[in-house]
């Protein structure tokens, strides 16, 4: 609880990866990669209850094995591959009431800490927002990107941009970066969406983000944490 505020958060997975089969409960790190985003919620200090909305049995028995609530089982009509993240949202709102806010953590963010969790929620809040994602600072600026127009001439991607200007000059872009979802219960229940008019930012450091896809983003979380036990010895 925050300021009187009540908050579910939710951790949605779903059976059936395929870019890497069996990505949620692959050990990395010696842990399920669920385990990580698990660890993370439980060590919140804001949330007041987290539960998982799934529909693979051996995803929940892992997530149990962990201690997460699991109080349904997701129907299948809400987890296929074209399913929209909303429709698990909406199906464990209409399950469990009563709270004020909804957190959405997946699974694929394993870096993001309780810290950040508890940091965004508090922006949504004190900001009187409908809802915060997390955002980071890209890569590369799109400012300088181009696309290609209908004869193949390469023309800037933005109408306007600075495609020849310093990058201290170009506007600040950020990113979102899929580890934080924060809205008001009411908020989300009516647009299914956590981004609108009053959406703010929770900006994490880049080297702090990764989203899980491949078999190179494993690979990465693995060297990120062999390197973090090397800065602790």
């Given at each position: 609880?925050?300021?009187?505020?009540?908050?579910?958060?939710i951790?949605?997975?779903?059976?059936?990866?395929?870019?890497?089969?069996?990505?949620?409960?692959?050990?990395?790190?010696?842990?399920?990669?669920?385990?990580?985003?698990?660890?993370?919620?439980?060590?919140?200090?804001?949330?007041?209850?987290?539960?998982?909305?799934?529909?693979?049995?051996?995803?929940?028995e892992?997530?149990?094995?962990?201690?997460l609530?699991?109080?349904?089982?997701?129907?299948?009509?809400?987890?296929?591959?074209?399913?929209?993240?909303?429709?698990?949202?909406?199906?464990?709102?209409?399950?469990?009431?009563?709270?004020?806010?909804v957190?959405?953590l997946?699974?694929?963010?394993?870096?993001?800490?309780?810290?950040?969790?508890?940091?965004?929620?508090?922006?949504?809040?004190?900001?009187?927002?409908?809802?915060?994602i997390?955002?980071?600072?890209?890569?590369?600026?799109?400012?300088?990107?181009?696309?290609?127009?209908?004869?193949?001439?390469?023309?800037?991607?933005?109408?306007?941009?600075?495609?020849?200007?310093?990058?201290?000059?170009?506007?600040?872009?950020?990113?979102?970066?899929?580890?934080i979802?924060?809205?008001?219960?009411?908020?989300?229940?009516?647009?299914?969406?956590?981004?609108?008019?009053?959406?703010?930012?929770?900006?994490m450091?880049?080297?702090?983000?990764?989203?899980?896809?491949?078999?190179?983003?494993?690979l990465?979380?693995?060297?990120?944490?062999?390197?973090r036990?090397?800065?602790?010895?």
């Amino acid at each position: 609880m925050y300021k009187n505020k009540s908050i579910l958060a939710i951790v949605v997975a779903r059976g059936g990866s395929k870019g890497v089969p069996g990505k949620n409960i692959r050990l990395v790190g010696g842990k399920p990669l669920l385990a990580w985003t698990i660890e993370g919620a439980q060590q919140s200090k804001v949330l007041d209850r987290v539960i998982l909305s799934c529909d693979d049995d051996g995803i929940i028995e892992v997530a149990r094995q962990y201690g997460l609530e699991v109080p349904f089982v997701r129907p299948k009509e809400f987890a296929k591959d074209e399913s929209p993240v909303s429709e698990a949202i909406i199906h464990a709102l209409d399950n469990i009431s009563g709270y004020d806010y909804v957190v959405l953590l997946q699974p694929t963010s394993p870096l993001r800490t309780a810290e950040d969790i508890d940091e965004c929620l508090k922006v949504c809040v004190d900001s009187l927002a409908t809802s915060a994602i997390s955002v980071s600072q890209p890569e590369e600026s799109p400012y300088w990107m181009l696309t290609k127009d209908a004869e193949g001439w390469l023309r800037p991607l933005l109408s306007g941009t600075h495609t020849t200007a310093r990058r201290q000059d170009v506007p600040e872009v950020l990113l979102p970066n899929g580890a934080i979802y924060v809205a008001e219960v009411d908020y989300y229940r009516e647009h299914k969406t956590f981004v609108g008019d009053k959406t703010v930012g929770y900006e994490m450091q880049r080297e702090t983000v990764l989203d899980i896809d491949t078999e190179k983003d494993f690979l990465l979380f693995e060297t990120i944490l062999m390197n973090r036990e090397g800065d602790d010895s």
